[in-house]
């Protein structure tokens, strides 16, 4: 089991995604769903801090009979995903990837990905008095969540994204009514 929001469903999502956006991008398709499959494998958020992905994503794929060379092109993009490792991708897979994981982080879901993520942390919904980086699940808000729209690179995960975060905005503009702030 997976409190954190980076379950099985989370995953599927995203190779759902990228699927979608290989529609109207020119990409290796195998490439893209490995890497999607894959994006979480060994994250260090899930790692206690330590970062195992190429590691474990190597293993896993060569237990599964893929070849060395596709390997090291799949870890290569993995490596390009993540939102904390600051990375602007180099390929046409790793953008698709980085978008696919990206809309799955915005939107109904990426409300209830990050409050399930801030609890698993210990972590408050909420605290007026503090708007530091990573004080609430809130605060994530404005530390990443509102942010991704503009950084989508796909035209389709770019429109995509519109409503999802215009859900954020109303979203949290009732959260506030609520808490009378
Ligand atoms: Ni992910």
Redesign the pocket.
Known sequence: MDGTG?DYF??AR?VQHANKLLETETADHFLVNLAAWT??LG?YKLHAGVDKSTQMISAFLSSIGVTASVINQVTEIVSQVSFSKGRTPTSAEARIVQDA?RL?AIGAIGIARCFAYGGSTGNLLFNPEDNTPNASSIQHFYDKLLLLKDLMHTPTARQMALQRHQFMEDYLRQFYFEACY
């Open positions: 980076h989370h995953v995203v994006h979480d994250d994981d799955d």
